[in-house]
């Protein structure tokens, strides 16, 4: 055992060492990442219920490494949120999506993705820079605010006075912001009142008990009033099966995501996705 400060006994981890090793290797590789074209978007649709079409995509970020091949969003994100690349990653993936979005209302006009939503984490919430960089985006690409979808999560927002500031500026650019994993952070219905907030996303945690008896059931059908009177959308995230998909419709459920509907997918696979109907 090493002795920590303030009196207290902590086990050396040869796990933890390991883990902080892993981590400064990869953020050293996530430092070339962007240069060497090795991160890429998949979208996944957020479709309407019942019908299952498609009423917008989320953006998400993929890492193909050279050597470890596939690394989830949800190793290296939080990595990069420590270490500050964030704000690198954050930039290329709003550019990357804005252009995408700007590409598909070119080639598809009426038929293109009707929203985008794209994930910015708590460093980016507290750039102050952060709304006048979006809005050179913006105009440098020539993309109606209308189409961006902006997702928060609730903690990042509560984090600083600054982030609040900085979503409102964004809520006056014309974009929509969503407050993401709804549910599972420090919670609080006051961000509801406070925030120019347009879409809820909440969290799968509460969706996985929806078929059952539970309290995440009760949690689920007490947020869609709460919404409603609001005039706030909902979306359940993480649907995996026809049961919950027609459990959420029927406890008011207007909007869905997750693999029973459709897998995050490349964006040549939305294109497909969009020639659909037509060949039809
Ligand atoms: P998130 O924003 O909550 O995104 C939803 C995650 O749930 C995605 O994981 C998605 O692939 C996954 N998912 C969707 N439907 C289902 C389902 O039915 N079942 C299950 N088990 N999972 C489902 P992904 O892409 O691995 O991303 C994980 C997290 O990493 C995201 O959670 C988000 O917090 C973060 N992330 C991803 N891309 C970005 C990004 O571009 N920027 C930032 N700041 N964070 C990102
Ligand atoms: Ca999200
Ligand atoms: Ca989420
Ligand atoms: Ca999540």
């Known amino acids: 055992a090493k002795h920590a400060g303030g009196g207290r006994w902590t086990w050396y981890d040869p796990i933890m060492d390991e883990r902080a090793d892993t981590d400064a290797r990869l953020g050293a590789d996530l430092r070339r990442a962007i240069a060497r ?16 079409r498609p009423a917008g995509l989320e953006a998400l970020v993929r890492w193909r ?10 190793q290296f994100i939080p990595l990069a949120e420590r270490d500050g690349q964030i704000i690198e990653v954050g ?73 609040l500031d900085v979503v409102r500026r964004l809520d006056e650019l014309g974009l929509k ?24 996303k909440v969290d799968k945690s509460f969706v996985d008990g929806v078929t059952s008896d539970s309290p995440q059931a009760v949690i689920l059908d007490g947020l869609i009033g709460i919404t409603r009177g609001l005039r706030i959308q909902a979306v359940a995230e993480g649907v995996e099966t026809a049961e919950q998909a027609e459990r959420l419709h029927r406890a008011g459920y207007r909007f869905a995501q997750g693999y029973h509907f459709a897998r995050p997918m490349p964006a040549s696979d939305v294109a497909l996705l969009l020639d659909g109907p037509r060949q039809r």
């Open 91 to 163: 930039r290329w993936v709003l550019a990357t999506a804005m252009r995408q979005i700007a590409d598909w209302q070119r080639e598809y006009g009426a038929d293109a993705p009707r929203k985008v939503s794209v994930n910015v984490s708590a460093r980016q919430l507290n750039e102050p820079g952060f709304p006048d960089e979006v809005a050179e985006l913006l105009a440098t690409i020539g993309l109606d605010p209308a189409k961006l979808v902006i997702e928060v999560t609730e903690t990042a927002v509560l984090g600083t006075g600054a982030a």
């Open 177 to 200: 912001i969503a407050l993401d994993d709804f549910g599972t952070g420090q919670s609080s219905l006051s961000l509801l009142v406070d925030t120019p907030v347009s879409w809820l």
């Open 65 to 74: 490494h050279p050597e470890h091949g596939m690394i989830s969003p949800a």
């Open 37 to 52: 074209d090795e991160l890429f978007l998949v979208y996944q649709p957020i479709v309407e219920l019942p019908s299952g």
